[in-house]
């Protein structure tokens, strides 16, 4: 293709980008008006009948780091939320209690992942390749990392130690330090800084682990710290020794590529979910590995979480949330429909915070109960889809889209 075509279809793609937005700004404002008719509404004076929303079309996974700007282009128009339907929105009320605190702004491009610390550090992972780790008290940036050479798709502290894991569109995985010292000078420096600020842009890892073939999705440390389970597109899940750098198991059997992988805070299990619409959970104790196949959804499982040492959740794109007995896996104990595809969850203390392709942070309990959804409209929250969530301390969740910013919310539980 000349010069002059590959010109005139960026062209293209950015006036189509440009009447998404002008669409999607006008449903929001839509949306804003129907809600505060709804909120003027006496309580239990509107009724709707439960019904089963219909199921979208999948938003895709982490960005592939080939394919230039016209892919890229589409990719992003390829995963712009539908507008959820009015009955749906109706049957959510606004958890009014709940308040943006901060936004935290930086990234180019889509956020797809967060992680948080005990420290009050936030981390994140974006499309336009970097990391970049935030003071969540003060919304500012503290370090960039830029070592990869594709999309950042996935990060996690290490559990005591000042470093980071991410995963890379460009199969890679890469661990980095963090310098305490400087988070606590710019925590003292505050107020003398942009919010935007960079204190310092990292280039390199202290360790490259080995990479996959495809793009990592998902990452997360073992217990203690010395090891770390991956997830990819190329289908498995792998186990690494941190100071050997060497590849302990490969967790194989998924059928689709692997979008989400968890390790169980205190004993040797594992989750792993695809989009071949099961999860697995893994026994890591025995060589063999054994392995439950859960049939959990009709669409890709986005991701799967220990809720505590007994039950396991898991979120799909096909718009529901369901809560698994771990001694007993052949049916959901609870299952959420919601109006939109599911993304990164999270949850604590039985609270689940669910993302969603229409950018709607739902909160529910373990039982199913209804909180409520975060408030959203032109002056707060998020204006594309929210890809992940995480609970920090003292009721603060934390949230990312595609909207390139992360929000930190209180919200009473």
Sequence with gaps: ????????????????????????AENAALHEQINQLVNLLPQGA????????????????????????????FQNIRNRPASSKLVPTLRYPTLNAATAVREYRGHADGI??????RESLVCSASLDGSSRLWNLATGQCIHRYVGHHGSVNTVRFHPSRDLILTGSGDGSLHLWKYSFEAVMDHGDRSGELADTEVTSTIRQPIQELPSHSEPVSSVDWLSGGERCISGSWDR????????????????????????????????????????????????????????????????????????????????????????WDLRQMAAPLNTITTDSGVNRIDVRSSIIAIPLDNRDIRLYRSNGERMGRLPRNNRRGHRRLVTSVRWAKDNTLLSAGFDHVIISWSVPT
């Design 236 to 323: 498995t899940a792998r186990i690494i020794a941190i100071d050997r750098s060497e590849i302990v198991t490969t967790l194989s059997g998924h059928e689709d590529e692997i979008t989400f992988v968890q390790a169980h805070p205190t004993r040797q299990l594992a989750l792993t979910s695809s989009k071949d619409t099961t999860f697995r959970l893994w026994d890591l104790r025995d060589a063999m590995h054994s392995v439950n196949v859960l049939q959990a959804h009709t669409q890709q499982v986005t991701s799967c979480l220990f809720v505590n040492d007994e039950m396991v959740v898991s979120g799909s794109q096909d718009r529901t949330v369901r809560f």
């Design 112 to 117: 797809w992942d967060l992680d948080v610390t």
């Design 46 to 73: 509107l009724k709707l009948q439960e019904q089963h929303p219909e199921v979208t079309p999948e938003t895709g996974g982490p960005m592939k780091p080939k394919g230039g700007k016209a892919v890229r282009i």
């Design 1 to 24: 293709m000349g010069s002059k075509a590959k010109t005139r279809l960026y062209d293209l793609f950015s006036q189509i980008e440009k009447e998404f937005d002008v669409v999607l």
